[in-house]
């Protein structure tokens, strides 16, 4: 059964820096899986975040929402964990954010299949 379990959520002053950690088990490796981190804000949907697409060149290439990039990060630290680097964080970004898996990439959260419980980030102005 695999399971996700995100980390490093927690209050910030906007303009502040969180990191958020995910660590997937059940598999012997999720090399090929597409890992990614979306967020919920209350009354909102779902939103993509970042991702990290897996290659058969074993090269992962990462991805972003246009409100996101230049200050976030996603990067794969190893076989079974992602990690999203969160800096100049203002309080729109205020949400839950949740981790996904599967071995197909997308940016829509419906085409994942597994998903963490969320770590909430709170941006206070």
């Known amino acids: 059964q695999v399971q996700l379990l995100e980390s490093g959520g927690g209050l910030v002053q906007a303009g502040g820096s969180l990191r958020l950690s995910c660590a997937a088990s059940g598999r012997r490796s999720f090399t090929n899986y597409h890992m990614g981190w979306f967020r919920q804000a209350p009354g909102k949907e779902r939103e993509f975040v970042a991702g990290?697409?897996?290659?058969?060149?074993?090269?992962?290439?990462a991805n972003y929402a246009d409100s996101v990039k230049g200050r976030f990060t996603i990067s794969r630290d190893g076989q079974n964990t992602v990690s999203l680097q969160m800096n100049g964080l203002k309080p729109e970004n205020t949400a839950i954010y949740y981790c996904a898996a599967d071995l197909a990439y997308s940016d829509n959260a419906e085409e994942y299949e597994y998903w963490g419980q969320g770590t909430q980030v709170t941006v206070s102005s």
């Open positions: 990290v697409k897996w290659s058969r060149d074993n090269i992962y290439v």
